[in-house]
């Protein structure tokens, strides 16, 4: 057995013995030894194989696997640029807390710096993002070697999810592999100076056990005025219940990725933005994990005047890092915020959710908050719904009325629109429990249309990809650089506005699709067959007028909020 063959095979068996399911591979020669291994893998039912032509692709696809499941994915690709088109991703999952293995392939040491084809320096590629690094020796027909690639293994699954001391998030495995790089034929093809077996009973070399450190009690009030903010959540976070027995005891504003979402205030983002919005201010925040999508949360954030505390295990110091105003991380005692502050909360937000539905009912207002809001009502129980960034998740928080009975992703570690379709294609595969959804702009489509493309022999998931199409980058118009007095540099610097036809499109790459002219016609649309894969539900809409339309919404549920006695 060539050395490479061999190496390989033991990362493989460790990988599935560390409870590794699924792997996303990208094809290349370099990582050759990994390919055959994990083809055996899957053909013998220890792990389900997903291959990609894109890293980029793979990268997120192995994001969204491991975003849905709470468990380590690893992607494995070549050397060069291939490694580096995995950064995305890697960022991504450093910031989202997600534990993405980013396996790359390397020529040996030896070859770095001396004009080897396709050869790059791949230790540090990834800068400060993973939580390890871990790069392996080539190697070697010698015994006594599989001891410390078994051992890499076991402590890169331990660190990407958290369990060794540090938050979860990605880990990089580079690994050197000399030639020759294909199995061997033929008699003794299979002989190694040692037994290749690992631990008696399939177990891990190395178990890491979960961390369960006690923390300290926060050194809140529990009867002042408190808001409860709810923001997304590390993939491996304990998944709290909707909320503590009895219920939070204070108002709760959250973000659709957020556990607390389903019992969260419909239009806390709207109310923290009103003029009348110091009625409601509270003297101190309870933050359950990270909140980015709203302004007048960040400013309430910021506010001095205003004690914020933050729960443990929802942050990540190490990672996206916290709001500079945090005063302290630790279990918050029950809360039993004034009955009459809280009664204010769920007055305001019952007067403005019904100012909301009014203007959202009018086919003048926003589509993209109208598609939000009928898109979240019409899901099925049990379903799946991956938010696009940009304005997708910010339609849902603004304009959907929360609910239980969906669980919501999105890429809120950085925020880019990148890889999108992987994503969603990757917690599809990992959902399992029910149908999936994704709303998407079309920019976010076009950014990553190889997520659509499947190889026959790969498995697909039925994903309904909805995108709310109007021809351009519709949240900058919402922006400063939106403005009247930018327009004239506006429409192709921040606009982009494109001519592509998505059924043409879809066509070619044997996806699914429908079009949706009318928002009554969205329901039968989402109706999907089993076994049916990806469709592309396209919802055509415009960009004119969309910086008004969201003036006039914000402007009107302002005027109902303070209309109120």
């Known amino acids: 057995m060539h050395p490479s063959t061999a190496q390989a095979e033991v990362l493989v068996d460790e990988l599935t013995r560390c409870g590794v399911t699924d792997v996303v591979l990208c094809p290349g020669s370099r990582n050759a030894p990994l390919s055959f291994a994990l083809h055996r893998a899957d053909a013998a039912r220890r792990l389900r194989l997903h291959v990609r032509i894109d890293e980029r692709t793979g990268g997120f696809l192995a994001l969204g696997l491991a975003l849905r499941s709470g468990w380590p994915v690893p992607v494995v690709c070549t050397s060069g640029t291939a490694a580096a088109n995995l950064h995305p991703a890697v960022l991504e999952a450093s910031y989202a807390g997600v534990p993405l293995l980013a396996l790359t392939a390397d020529r040996p040491p030896e070859l770095v710096g001396t004009g080897a084809n396709q050869t790059v320096v791949q230790t540090g590629l990834y800068a400060g993002a993973p939580r390890l690094e871990i790069s392996l020796g080539v190697a070697r027909r010698d015994a006594g070697q599989q001891d410390g690639w078994r051992a890499a293994v076991s402590r890169a699954v331990g660190v990407a999810l ?7 998030g990605p880990v990089h495995v580079n690994l050197p592999f000399a030639e020759p790089l294909v199995p061997e034929v033929g008699p003794g093809a299979g ?8 631990r008696q009973g399939n177990a891990p070399w190395t178990t890491y056990p979960p961390s369960g450190q006690p923390t300290a009690r926060l050194p809140l009030d529990p009867a002042a005025p408190t808001l409860v903010l709810g923001g997304a959540l590390s993939a491996t976070s304990a998944r709290p219940p909707d909320a503590p027995p009895g219920g939070w005891g204070a108002p709760v504003v959250a973000e659709p990725s957020s556990p607390l979402w389903p019992g969260a205030l419909r239009t806390g983002p709207w109310l923290l933005d009103s003029p009348r919005a110091d009625e409601l201010r509270p003297t101190q925040v309870l933050l359950h994990g990270r909140p980015t999508l709203h302004r007048s949360v960040a400013r309430l954030l910021a506010d001095e005047t205003v004690a914020v505390y933050a729960v443990a295990g929802t942050v990540d110091p190490a990672g996206a890092g916290l709001p500079r105003s945090v005063r302290a991380i630790g279990t918050p005692p029950p809360l039993r915020a004034p009955a009459d502050w809280t009664a204010r909360w769920a007055d305001a937000d019952a007067t403005a959710s019904v100012a909301l539905d009014k203007v959202l009912a009018e ?10 809001a009928a898109l979240v009502e019409a899901l099925p129980p049990g379903a799946l719904l991956t938010l696009g960034s940009s304005n997708p998740v910010r339609d849902v928080s603004l304009a959907a009325r929360p609910r239980a009975g969906l669980t919501v992703l999105a890429n809120r570690g950085v925020a880019g629109i990148d890889g999108t379709v992987s994503t969603s294609t990757g917690a599809a595969l990992a959902h399992g429990s029910g149908p999936s959804y994704a709303l998407l702009g079309d920019l976010t489509l076009l950014h990553d249309t190889t997520g659509l493309l499947l190889g026959p ?10 995108v709310l199409n109007d021809a351009g980058g519709g949240v900058f118009s919402l922006l400063e650089q939106g403005g009247a007095e930018y327009s004239a540099s506006f429409e192709r610097v921040f606009g982009t506005p494109h001519q592509v036809w998505l059924e043409g499109l879809c066509a070619g790459m044997e996806v699914g699709y429908q079009k949706v002219r009318e928002l009554s016609e969205l329901a039968p649309a989402l109706a999907t067959e089993r076994g049916r894969g990806i469709q592309v539900i396209e919802v055509p809409a415009t960009r004119e007028g969309l910086r008004d339309g969201h003036a006039a919404l914000r402007a009107t549920v302002q005027c109902a909020f303070g209309a109120r006695e």
């Open 162 to 168: 958290g369990r060794a001391g540090m938050p979860p």
């Open 457 to 466: 022999a790969e498995p697909r998931p039925d994903l309904s990809l909805v």
């Open 191 to 198: 002989d190694w100076p040692e037994p290749l077996s690992g």
């Open 363 to 372: 086919p003048s207002a926003p589509m993209g908050l109208r598609l939000a």
